[in-house]
């Protein structure tokens, strides 16, 4: 394969090697060179698929020194690739200033499509998915992290975070806090990989779940948090009293109630309340 002198942004897995597509392999086995976010955790990822393209090393700290060096590559007739260590490159990885400073020289820069964590995540969460937000990782620091919740604290869209196990706990006492202990909330961990899991409930729900079990403190994580309500618009819409009438002819009030929450997104406790008022 021969492919046309561009930077190439490649996706890479974020956790089963077969995520990797065929195009992507192709792609990388043809150009010059591959900018990695770290060689050495990339180099196993190529030599899997039998990948011998020359790397060099592509990270926050040399970034913006380094392009110009890239460009210089084009510049020789030399294709380029950019993977970062999982999922697609920009995405809460380095990349940003490299595509930025090509473009402006005037080469072209081709997407692949592939992998993403936030995208993946979503597409399995039960959480409304035509208007979401994605906001990376939460600062590290008590205040800042509070400062950016409480800026988020309105937003009606669906809000998606990246958070490392060490700050797992942290964060979400702070969206406990931010937030209220009643927001919907799925966490995702470990996606497409031996022990993915999906926890979904309430903010304090989750919470609780992770701080019983450390298994759930390790590994890569999404939280995904329902958008902001309206205290005034409370009344649930009759799709959902639909929903709860059907399921209540089935299930306990409180089952049925949980479950039409998860549907429609909406609080498990005012469908309860509500169904113990009415008389069907």
């Not at 900018?35 to 990822?45: F, I, M, N, P, Q």
């Not at 030399?78 to 005037?106: K, N």
Request: negative net charge; proline residues 6%; contains cysteine.
């Amino acid at each position: 394969m021969i492919v046309p002198v561009a930077l190439y942004i490649v996706p890479t897995p974020i956790g089963n090697l077969g995520d990797l597509t065929p195009r992507a392999v192709e792609v990388l086995s043809a150009v010059s060179l591959i900018a990695c976010e770290d060689t050495r955790h990339s180099g196993k990822l190529l030599s899997h698929f039998n990948i011998t393209t020359r790397t060099m090393a592509l990270h926050d700290h040399n970034e913006r020194a380094r392009a110009q060096w890239f460009i210089e590559k084009l510049q020789a007739g030399e294709s380029v690739a950019l993977i970062s260590d999982a999922g697609t490159p920009l995405i809460s990885d380095p990349g940003y200033h490299l595509v930025s400073q090509v473009r402006e020289a005037g080469f072209q820069v081709s997407p692949l499509p592939g992998a993403c964590a936030a995208i993946t995540a979503l597409s399995a969460s039960g959480l409304p998915s035509d208007r979401f937000s994605f906001e990376g990782f939460l600062p590290a620091k008590d205040k800042a992290r509070l400062d950016k919740l409480e800026s988020l604290k309105e937003d009606s869209r669906t809000l998606i975070f990246y958070e490392s196990p060490h700050r797992i706990l942290p964060s979400l006492a702070a969206l406990e806090q931010v937030f209220g202990a009643e927001r919907p909330m799925v966490m995702a961990r470990e996606l497409t990989k031996t022990f993915e899991t999906f926890l979904t409930g309430s903010i304090s729900e989750i919470r609780a779940q992770v701080e019983a079990d450390p298994n759930q403190q390790k590994g890569e994580i999404v939280l995904m948090c329902h958008g902001y309500t309206n205290a005034d618009d409370d009344a649930i819409p009759a799709k959902a009293l639909d929903t709860l009438k059907l399921l209540c002819t089935e299930l306990p009030l409180k089952k049925a109630a949980a479950l039409t929450a998860e549907i429609h997104g909406l609080k498990k406790n005012a469908l309860y309340k509500l169904g113990l008022e009415l008389d069907w």
